[in-house]
């Protein structure tokens, strides 16, 4: 089965601090990506990553930024995190389009 | 650019009754087609999905959806619904031979017994 691991499932932080969200999937996919998901608002895309060192900007990329140095690991960073980032993080994985894209769990993030 | 809108948010049923989520998509150019389900505190899982050939496509646990171009929808339906159901279901399109999947708000269906 793959399986995309998200290491945090639940994290409270301060505002102003900066906050890292990593994401490891084990199937050797090409395409990573992170998104957001908001009641009423659904998934909104951050960040997309189709190789190693390649990142594109999705929708809202705002107050994020991302790292993949490594094939099969895409981290999430908020630089200085804010109270409107309070959110549910979702990272997925494909190998290419068309392709089914897989989720990890969700890292539930909390700003005060 | 592409855009999907779910227009129920809220679909509560009775169990062993017939259940649709619609789902309407805009696109000038040709898509694939998804449905995920969500499960209380889980990520998302694919339900079934459209990519080409015949229109109606089924998942394993019973639900079916039809692809219509004509109508740029993809509803997603289940004869018989179970307690087991009570989920939240997300409609998805994606452009083809691009990798970026922009999905609707979400429909939470609820079976009560």
């Known amino acids: 089965d793959v399986k995309v691991t998200q290491s945090s499932r639940y994290l409270v932080k301060r505002t102003g601090e900066k906050v890292f969200l990593e994401c490891v999937q084990d199937?050797?996919?090409?395409?990573m990506f992170w998104y957001r998901q908001d009641p009423g608002l659904g998934l909104r895309l951050i960040y997309f990553s189709y190789d190693v060192k390649m990142k594109e900007k999705g929708d809202i990329p705002e107050g994020y930024s991302v790292s993949r140095e490594k094939k099969e690991r895409f981290s999430l960073i908020l630089e200085s995190a804010s109270t409107n980032q309070t959110s549910m993080y979702l990272c997925?994985?494909?190998?290419?389009?068309?392709?089914?894209?897989?989720f990890g769990e969700g890292s539930w993030l909390t700003v005060v | 650019a592409q855009s999907v809108t779910q227009l129920d948010s809220q679909v509560p049923v009775f169990e062993e009754a017939p259940v649709e989520l619609r789902c309407n998509y805009s696109?000038?150019?040709?898509?694939?087609l998804f449905w995920y389900v969500q499960y209380p505190n889980q990520g998302l899982q694919l339900l079934l999905k459209y990519l080409s050939g015949s229109t109606l496509v089924e998942s394993i646990n019973g639900f079916e959806a039809e692809f219509n171009k004509s109508q740029t929808s993809f509803h997603l339906r289940k004869p018989s619904v179970h307690i087991s159901d009570t989920a939240e279901y997300f409609c998805a399109v994606s452009v083809i031979n691009t990798d970026k999947l922009i999905f609707g708000t979400g429909t939470r269906l609820q079976v009560f017994p």
């Open positions: 199937m050797d996919h090409e395409n």
């Open positions: 997925a994985s494909s190998r290419s389009s068309g392709n089914t894209i897989y």
């Open positions: 696109s000038s150019v040709s898509v694939y």
